[in-house]
């Protein structure tokens, strides 16, 4: 069992629909997680970042964290066209070495007018 | 304040053949990074320095070396390419935790598409 598991997708959905992407992990030991968002050919930019459980809320963008579940999410509203790009969730633990994210393979989003 | 910049864009090499890419930053960042993207595979750490003359091993290290002589710099270099090496790389640097600024960001710059034949 890989430590991120994240379904590639691809998602379609129209104009103005609310989005939900999810992640879920199996080490207990990642402390903060994060959404990067890539665009077609172009390299990861985070987006949203969260330490351990709760909620995140930045614009239309909420990052949501379920330790116990190990379970995060990231929802997006009111999606525009230009939110199409692949997600990419990433962890990483506390402590020496914390520096070192790991990734889910990202989900392909797409956004339709 | 280009941030983080890579060369070259695009590369094909025939198998066996050697080269090195490079990465530059302009941030002050202590940490660097090397990945690589595969489809169906996500981003996967090659290598990593966490300062100026110190470099360690990811995930994926086999077939390829770095070395960091100056702090903006971190290069990434294949001895003997294979077509497995075929992928795209970013490299991305970060503060290091205990200085300023955001210390769980990386920054990557915009990849380097590299085919071996």
């Known amino acids: 069992q890989k430590e991120v598991e994240q379904d590639p997708g691809p998602l379609s959905v129209p104009e103005g629909a609310i989005v939900s992407l999810n992640c879920t992990y199996s080490?207990?030991?990642?402390?903060?997680f994060m959404w990067y968002r890539q665009y077609s050919r172009k390299g990861p930019e985070l987006l949203m970042y969260t330490y351990s459980s709760g909620n995140k809320e930045d614009g239309r963008f909420t990052a949501q964290v379920d330790k116990s579940s190990k379970y995060i999410s990231l929802f997006i509203r009111d999606s525009q066209p230009s939110d199409s790009a692949t997600y990419l969730c990433a962890m990483r633990k506390s402590g020496a070495g914390s520096y070192q994210l790991t990734f889910g393979k990202g989900t392909k989003l797409s956004v339709i007018p | 304040n280009a941030g983080v910049t890579q060369t070259p864009k695009f590369r094909v090499l025939k198998t066996g053949q050697s080269m090195t890419l490079l990465c530059a930053q302009d941030?002050?960042?202590?940490?660097m990074y090397w990945y690589r993207q595969d489809p169906g595979m996500g981003l996967r750490l090659i290598h990593y320095s966490v300062g100026e003359g110190t470099t360690a091993k990811g995930e994926v290290p086999d077939g390829y070396n770095v070395s960091r002589l100056k702090k903006q710099n971190f290069l990434l270099g294949l001895e003997s390419a294979a077509p497995s090496q075929t992928s795209v790389y970013f490299c991305a640097s970060s503060y290091s935790p205990g200085t300023s600024g955001d210390p769980y960001e990386q920054y990557f710059g915009p990849g380097t598409r590299l085919t071996v034949t």
């Open positions: 080490n207990s030991a990642f402390q903060y």
């Open positions: 941030m002050n960042h202590e940490y």
